[in-house]
């Protein structure tokens, strides 16, 4: 029997883009064993209703407590927006999202206190970003904006052709007559558009993605209840769909993956 240290944290997502804070965990806390489940039978969240995305962020965070993990990170903004408060309080065990850590590494970035945030439509519908900018210091204004179709284009590997480049010029030239510093990548995809974005915003704009943030923030959770693991982590990947197609998506985007990929039904 494992003891509580030693067991795994979940990690979900509904799809590819959460290995990006799966990757910044096992970076920050290389001795930790992680297991990632992609919802990608599912996917997208963003576009669903308030409901759909509950029911689906119990169901994956159900998946990962039966295999006894030991903490539980909501890797998508979307979930973490609709879901988080009902997650933690559904289970004993620590649960933690992206939105809070993106939000405090964008509020310590932002000079002029003025922050843009772009994420899926779910997620600018919540206004989830704002309220936790807001509640960090209510000085900082905060302008979102929905961008769909980022998502497909990272699903699609478009990540850097004239296609994206034409959408987001399209989606961020409202931002730019506005005087942010901060540009939040809200989604779990958009790290992976962050050259085009970069490319369109230009220099004065810092972008800013959760992925870190949050590994930091989990990494203090576990010091704090004296949860950290001093190893060998291990690591694997489950996805409810098309596991070869998720194989071959994430070698593209984020180089080699520590482990095969396993179909599961939730
Ligand atoms: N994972 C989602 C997010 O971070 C993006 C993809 C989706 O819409 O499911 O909001």
Not at 156 to 173: Q, S
Not at 191 to 216: Q, R
Not at 218 to 246: C, H, M, N
Request: net charge negative; charged share 20%.
């Amino acid at each position: 029997m494992i003891s509580d240290k030693d067991a795994p944290i979940g990690i979900f997502d509904s799809g590819i883009g959460g290995l990006t804070v799966a990757r910044a965990i096992g970076y920050t806390l290389p001795n930790e064993s992680l297991i990632y489940l992609g919802d990608t039978a599912r996917v997208p969240y963003g576009t669903k209703s308030a409901e759909t995305i509950l029911r689906y962020s119990m169901e994956c965070a159900d998946f990962l407590v039966q295999k006894r993990v030991k903490a539980v990170v909501v890797a998508c903004n979307t979930a973490s927006a609709y879901a988080l408060c009902d997650l933690q309080k559904k289970f004993k065990i620590p649960v933690i999202g992206v939105i809070e850590p993106g939000a405090r590494a964008a509020a310590r970035a932002s000079k002029m206190k003025s922050v843009g945030v772009i994420g899926t439509w779910g997620t600018i519908s919540s206004n989830a970003y704002g309220k936790a900018l807001t509640s960090i210091d209510e000085e900082i204004s905060v302008i979102s904006k929905a961008c769909p179709l980022f998502v497909s284009l990272a699903e699609e590997g478009w990540t850097d052709n004239e296609v994206a480049r034409a959408a987001a010029e399209r989606y961020l030239a409202g931002f730019k007559s506005e005087s942010i510093d901060v540009l939040i990548l809200a989604c779990t995809h958009y790290p992976l558009l962050k050259d085009v974005i970069a490319g369109c915003m230009g220099d004065n704009v810092m972008l800013v993605d959760s992925a870190e943030t949050t590994a930091n923030s989990l990494e203090d959770l576990l010091r704090e209840k004296g949860l950290v693991s001093s190893g060998p982590g291990s690591r694997e990947i489950y996805v409810t769909d098309l596991p070869a197609k998720f194989e071959t998506m994430a070698k593209r985007f984020l180089g080699p993956i520590p482990s095969c990929v396993t179909r599961v039904d939730l």
